[in-house]
């Protein structure tokens, strides 16, 4: 680790990448060879940041010869050529490589070609036993021949839905990359959401297949699904064939396809060559206020999107093992499959994150040799506080990067990982959405990491903060927008036809102008800081905190496990702030608590943001993805009926929201 001396008004990192390192990094070599092949600006010596600075304006200025460098440098196979690169960039609308015909399976089973590597490992499946399993690249690519044969008898075609009601384990993947390959759109959901909450999703996409388990195991717990399958079968009348996989050995039900009938044929696989805005799968909005949107992604746009974050942003490729904490349920998860486009081998674990104990996810990043570890900021704080020492218990030695997302990382958080993980650790706290299945800003593996912050926009996404005018601020708190188009935007969404569904939730702010719903401040030095969503801001007297700022304070305190802030526009043009506390075992809300947690949010954060009360509750809300539900609340606050605020199946304990409309009625 090398640590450069810095200017009085510039912190010191906590961590920066030795000169090895950056020699060394996929970005520096792209960044030669797009300066040698595109006219991008060469690297600055001795200096990352400028380096880095200068090709992500490169990047965002010039859209077209940067996408076009990463389609070749990643070696991205059109079997039909495009026409030019970015023919319209309209937000939304924009239109990316016209002509161009390709497959995303295709290219994520490219390295089973290659003789010397069939037999290596593509996917390492672990559950709670935490002992790795092997699926190797010519098993794979083998399964998804056998199983796109299968798929093609039952007469799915291109632009048909496939959805699966499964968790992560190896049968997913090749379900995705079968679905693929026929040209098929993909959409899935984790077992544990109930059957309302899968049907709210999958009966806007109309499914044809639906692939699903018997049941599942979590916490050293089995899981009977069944009959939520047989409700879901009864809910998609456009079902033409149901497949089972038995997780848990039951039998297949009536009518019901086995799994191992569909995947043990010998199909060579067969690639359909589709448009490059081909539909890939449907993602889901988190859907905390009505249905959730349906959320369409190409082919084209996911493939060069995904190469470039796995290759460029997080230095992955061969020989690297790729393990993220996720669920089929979250855009992670597609993420995760798609380090196989870059050679690399997926880890798969389909277990609680705590089970048998909290330090579950260092031992299967130990078990299977990870080199990037991606996890949440709230398994990193779980981890801090239950006194977790993965740098000493476990061997960590190839880890080279942790990454989190979910929620930002606390400054806490960052500290731990460096003093407990390893000092020469590369942390990428990293902030994007569903809405792209991408990143917006986070790991670059060439700077320097401080303590709080993301470390760059990414590579092609022009990524600012915006004041309320539609100017764009520096080091000061603004919307997060991004000006100009990511191939991985929305091409729609389902049952949207007139777009303005689409139109309103990005463009309705800022015409034009994609607008995420989050506050952000980007730094002089070309950082980025993630406050929270923009929505359930804290604004005080025209002082604007975010929600997470809060949280990371309160959250230090050893009796407090979780924590709800919302700030409530009262009709008066009053203003009311509570804060609700989850309480550890044992804690008690007495007078010395309270002063305590308003004493630590007026010293370490602003006086205008002590809350007006505290409240004790049994539970804090969440999604289905497990992000706090700070907006739905605001409403039942605001005396909004628990049936309009929330679509109950987007909750994971829909029961704790009628305290805050039982507490939104008494206050009137």
């Known amino acids: 680790m090398t640590t450069a001396p810095q200017p009085a008004d510039r912190p010191e990192p906590l961590w920066s990448p030795g000169g090895d390192r950056v020699a060394r990094a996929r970005i520096t070599r792209f960044q030669s060879w797009a300066a040698e092949h595109h006219g991008a600006p060469a690297a600055v010596p001795g200096d990352p940041a400028a380096s880095y600075a200068a090709l992500h304006r490169w990047s965002v200025t010039e859209l077209e010869r940067f996408w076009q460098a990463v389609t070749e440098w990643c070696d991205v196979r059109f079997?039909?050529?495009?026409?030019?690169?970015?023919?319209?960039?309209?937000?939304?609308?924009?239109?990316?490589?016209?002509?161009?015909?390709?497959?995303?399976?295709?290219?994520?089973?490219?390295?089973?070609?290659?003789?010397?590597?069939?037999?290596?490992?593509?996917?390492?499946?672990?559950?709670?036993?935490?002992?790795?399993?092997?699926?190797?690249?010519?098993?794979?690519?083998?399964?998804?021949?056998?199983?796109?044969?299968?798929?093609?008898?039952?007469?799915?075609?291109?632009?048909?839905?496939?959805?699966?009601?499964?968790?992560?384990?190896?049968?997913?993947?090749?379900?995705?990359?079968?679905?693929?390959?026929?040209?098929?759109?993909?959409?899935?959901?984790?077992?544990?959401f109930g059957a309302r909450s899968v049907l709210d999703r999958f009966q806007q996409?109309?499914?044809?297949?639906?692939?699903?388990?018997?049941?599942?195991?979590?916490?050293?717990?089995?899981?009977?699904?069944t009959g939520t399958v047989a409700e879901l079968r009864v809910g998609l009348p456009t079902l033409r064939a149901v497949v089972h996989i038995p997780l848990l050995d039951t039998p297949a039900p009536d009518g019901a396809l086995e799994w191992e009938a569909l995947t043990t044929g010998a199909a060579e696989p067969v690639f359909e060559q589709v448009p490059f805005d081909h539909p890939l799968w449907v993602l889901y909005s988190s859907g905390t206020t009505g249905l959730p949107k349906a959320i369409v992604q190409s082919q084209g746009g996911i493939l060069v999107e995904h190469v470039k974050q796995l290759a460029l942003h997080c230095d992955l490729g061969p020989g690297d093992r790729f393990f993220w904490y996720t669920s089929t349920g979250w855009m992670m998860w597609n993420f995760l499959v798609s380090g196989l486009l870059v050679g690399s081998t997926v880890v798969l674990y389909d277990g609680s994150p705590?089970?048998?104990?909290?330090?579950?996810q260092w031992r299967?990043?130990?078990?299977?040799?990870?080199?990037?570890?991606?996890?949440?900021?709230?398994?990193?704080?779980?981890?801090?506080?239950?006194?977790?020492?993965?740098?000493?218990?476990?061997?960590?030695?190839?880890?080279?990067?942790?990454?989190?997302?979910?929620?930002?990382?606390?400054?806490?958080?960052?500290?731990?990982?460096?003093?407990?993980?390893?000092?020469?650790?590369?942390?990428?706290?990293?902030?994007?959405?569903?809405?792209?299945?991408?990143?917006?800003?986070?790991?670059?593996?060439?700077?320097?990491?401080?303590?709080?912050?993301?470390?760059a926009p990414c590579l092609g996404t022009d990524l600012q903060a915006w004041d309320a005018q539609g100017g764009p601020v520096v080091d000061e708190v603004g919307e997060l927008v991004?000006?100009?188009?990511?191939?991985?935007?929305?091409?729609?969404?389902?049952?949207?036809?007139?777009?303005?569904?689409?139109?309103?939730?990005?463009?309705?702010?800022?015409?034009?102008v994609w607008r995420h719903g989050d506050w952000i401040t980007v730094t002089s030095r070309g950082s980025v800081v993630i406050h929270g969503r923009s929505d359930s801001t804290l604004n005080r007297?025209?002082?604007?905190?975010?929600?997470?700022?809060?949280?990371?304070?309160?959250?230090?305190?050893?009796?407090?496990?979780?924590?709800?802030?919302?700030?409530?526009?009262?009709?008066?043009?009053?203003?009311?702030?509570?804060?609700?506390?989850?309480?550890?075992?044992?804690?008690?809300?007495?007078?010395?608590?309270?002063?305590?947690?308003?004493r630590t949010i007026r010293e370490q954060l602003s006086p205008r943001h002590v809350p007006d009360e505290v409240i004790e509750v049994t539970g804090i809300p969440h999604t289905l993805t497990g992000k706090r539900i700070e907006v739905p609340v605001k409403r039942l606050l605001q005396g909004t009926p628990l049936e309009k605020a929330v679509?109950?199946?987007?909750?994971?304990?829909?029961?704790?929201?009628?305290?805050?409309?039982k507490l939104g009625r008494e206050r009137g």
């Open 205 to 225: 996409v109309e499914p044809v297949v639906l692939f699903t388990v018997d049941g599942y195991h979590y916490g050293g717990k089995r899981h009977d699904r």
């Open 541 to 598: 007297q025209g002082v604007r905190m975010g929600s997470a700022d809060i949280y990371e304070a309160v959250e230090r305190l050893p009796e407090i496990r979780e924590s709800l802030v919302i700030g409530v526009e009262l009709p008066d043009g009053g203003y009311w702030m509570p804060l609700f506390v989850h309480l550890a075992p044992g804690a008690v809300l007495d007078d010395a608590l309270l002063d305590r947690i308003k």
């Open 647 to 661: 679509n109950p199946g987007s909750v994971d304990n829909v029961e704790l929201l009628h305290f805050y409309e």
């Open 482 to 512: 991004v000006t100009n188009p990511m191939p991985s935007m929305p091409v729609r969404f389902w049952n949207d036809p007139d777009g303005s569904r689409y139109r309103d939730s990005y463009f309705e702010m800022f015409p034009g």
């Open 79 to 192: 079997s039909s050529p495009y026409e030019r690169v970015l023919a319209d960039r309209s937000m939304p609308g924009a239109v990316w490589f016209p002509g161009a015909t390709l497959n995303y399976a295709e290219h994520a089973l490219r390295a089973a070609e290659d003789p010397a590597r069939a037999d290596e490992p593509a996917l390492l499946h672990v559950d709670e036993t935490h002992e790795p399993r092997p699926v190797t690249w010519a098993e794979l690519r083998a399964q998804v021949g056998s199983l796109a044969d299968g798929l093609r008898a039952l007469g799915v075609r291109p632009g048909d839905r496939v959805s699966a009601y499964l968790p992560n384990i190896p049968q997913a993947v090749v379900a995705l990359l079968a679905t693929a390959a026929v040209g098929a759109v993909w959409t899935s959901c984790a077992p544990d």
């Open 354 to 360: 705590g089970y048998p104990d909290t330090a579950a």
């Open 364 to 455: 299967v990043a130990e078990r299977t040799g990870a080199t990037l570890y991606g996890t949440s900021a709230a398994y990193v704080m779980a981890c801090r506080k239950a006194e977790v020492h993965p740098g000493r218990d476990f061997d960590l030695s190839r880890v080279k990067c942790v990454a989190t997302t979910g929620s930002p990382l606390p400054p806490d958080g960052f500290r731990w990982l460096h003093d407990e993980v390893a000092e020469d650790l590369w942390i990428a706290s990293v902030s994007g959405g569903t809405d792209v299945c991408s990143c917006f800003a986070g790991a670059v593996p060439t700077l320097p990491v401080h303590i709080g912050e993301l470390q």
